[in-house]
T-cell receptor, first 111, second 113 residues
Framework: QKEVEQDPGPLSVPEGAIVSLNCTYSNSAFQYFMWYRQYSRKGPELLMYTYSSGNKEDGRFTAQVDKSSKYISLFIRDSQPSDSATYLC???????????FGQGTRLTINP | GAGVSQTPSNKVTEKGKYVELRCDPISGHTALYWYRQSLGQGPEFLIYFQGTGAADDSGLPNDRFFAVRPEGSVSTLKIQRTERGDSAVYLCASAGAGGDTQYFGPGTRLTVL
């Protein structure tokens, strides 16, 4: 079993829909949780960063962490075609430690 | 300012050859990471430098892989006797002194024929 599990999709939704992406993990030492967006043939781009449990909002994006359930989520409101990309969850046990990534979910927003 | 840069962007080599992949981190970033991403997968950790020294090399798959960062800035990932299974995108990331946010470069796409 992988340390971080993420449904690879693909996920296809109409423009304007609310998108929900999530990951589960097994290592209770993870304290830092991130979501990266990766366009085709590009490097991952940091979207959201959360330390420990709770919610964080940035524009149309909301990240949630539930450490008791070992479950993290990313919500995208008013989704746009430009949001079409692969979304990667990542987590680490310490501030400068290696990141452990999920497989990535491929998302397509249809106009 | 400039982000993380990686060269070359693409590298095609033959099985058994030696390759070097270069990473230029964000200026002033002390932490540097190498990851490998296979098609349809998330990046997998290879090695982490803090300054000039390798703080964690637990992700290097075998002794054909080696990385250096002699002056604490640019890093080179070296792969000896390449195998077809080494084909992947090699990503470099850097982070500042706090180390909690990693910024990725565009990657080097390595193809071993």
């Amino acid at each position: 079993q992988k340390e971080v599990e993420q449904d690879p999709g693909p996920l296809s939704v109409p423009e304007g829909a609310i998108v929900s992406l999530n990951c589960t993990y097994s290592n209770s030492a993870f304290q830092y949780f991130m979501w990266y967006r990766q366009y085709s043939r590009k490097g991952p781009e940091l979207l959201m960063y959360t330390y420990s449990s709770g919610n964080k909002e940035d524009g149309r994006f909301t990240a949630q962490v539930d450490k008791s359930s070992k479950y993290i989520s990313l919500f995208i409101r008013d989704s746009q075609p430009s949001d079409s990309a692969t979304y990667l969850c990542a987590m680490s046990a310490g501030g400068a430690q290696k990141l452990v990534f999920g497989q990535g979910t491929r998302l397509t927003i249809n106009p | 300012g400039a982000g993380v840069s990686q060269t070359p962007s693409n590298k095609v080599t033959e099985k058994g050859k030696y390759v070097e992949l270069r990473c230029d981190p964000i200026s002033g970033h002390t932490a540097l990471y190498w990851y490998r991403q296979s098609l349809g997968q998330g990046p997998e950790f290879l090695i982490y430098f803090q300054g000039t020294g390798a703080a964690d090399d637990s992700g290097l798959p075998n002794d054909r892989f080696f990385a250096v960062r002699p002056e604490g800035s640019v890093s080179t990932l070296k792969i000896q006797r390449t195998e077809r299974g080494d084909s992947a995108v090699y990503l470099c990331a850097s982070a500042g002194a706090g180390g909690d946010t990693q910024y990725f470069g565009p990657g080097t796409r390595l193809t071993v024929l």
